[in-house]
């Protein structure tokens, strides 16, 4: 599990500042190796799916708010969707993070 604790911490530092097109394409690149990443750790044994169910609850929201970013009718509804995005999965991954965390 070190080496997805790893990945999950390190993404922690790449999350975007302002809502652009690069802005949304890294939020879309982090949420997807976050995905990645719950699914390697959900299939891992029957302790770590129970705990990681929950995750799985939070990523149709998530990228609802990603889209939304791009497509909503208002900038400050694009501000909105993007900052939206931007807290749930910086959350997600660093409850995820604490999860899997290797104990020393």
């Known amino acids: 599990m070190q080496v997805y604790y790893d990945k999950l911490t390190a993404l922690l530092d790449t999350f975007p ?9 890294k ?9 990645s990443i719950l699914d ?12 990681t169910n929950m995750h799985y609850t939070e990523l149709d929201d998530i990228m609802f708010d990603i889209k939304q970013s791009q497509l909503a009718k208002s900038q400050k509804q694009k501000d909105q969707s993007f900052k939206e995005a931007i807290d749930h999965l910086h959350d997600d991954i660093s409850s995820l ?5 290797p104990h020393d």
């Open 17 to 25: 500042t302002h809502n652009s097109q690069r802005g949304i394409d």
């Open 27 to 35: 939020l879309s690149k982090i949420f997807t190796e976050y995905k």
């Open 40 to 51: 390697v750790v959900n299939k891992t044994n029957d302790d770590l799916k129970r705990n």
């Open 97 to 101: 993070a604490r999860l899997i965390k």
